[in-house]
């Protein structure tokens, strides 16, 4: 009944920028309820924090993207986005937007979010 779906992932050279789109739809409770984050899983490697945001302007973003990444939202239509610039070859992985409640400490962490979209791939060329 939930579902996620990004979009927006490419084939990028390093240095060059991309958005990524989320929508979420059959959320059982209001959107603006929810944080909205986004991870990414690389090839052999655990599905990492990339960023998130909290209702209405909190973001919380991976040391790793800080100053590259920005990670925004649209409650009305139900989307999260993640502007991403300065892409170096390590960003490459599938990346996955995802919802849940979780408290500030756990922000960063998987086992925190509950609904999750299918992933959409960003490789980064050198």
């Known amino acids: 009944q939930v579902q996620l779906v990004e979009s927006g992932g490419e084939l990028v050279q390093a240095g060059g920028s991309l958005r990524l789109s989320c929508v979420a739809s059959?959320?059982?409770?209001?959107?603006?309820?929810?944080?909205m984050a986004w991870f990414r899983q690389a090839p052999g490697k655990e599905r990492e924090f990339v960023a998130a945001i909290r209702n209405p302007t909190n973001t919380y973003y991976a040391t790793s993207v800080k100053g590259r990444f920005a990670i925004s939202r649209d409650n009305a239509q139900n989307m999260v986005y993640l502007q991403m610039n300065s892409l170096k070859f390590e960003d490459t992985a599938v990346y996955y937007c995802t919802v849940g409640r979780p408290i500030v400490s756990s922000i960063t962490s998987v086992d925190a979010y509950y609904h999750w979209g299918q992933g959409t791939q960003v490789t980064v060329s050198s």
């Open positions: 059959g959320l059982p409770s209001s959107t603006n309820s929810y944080t």
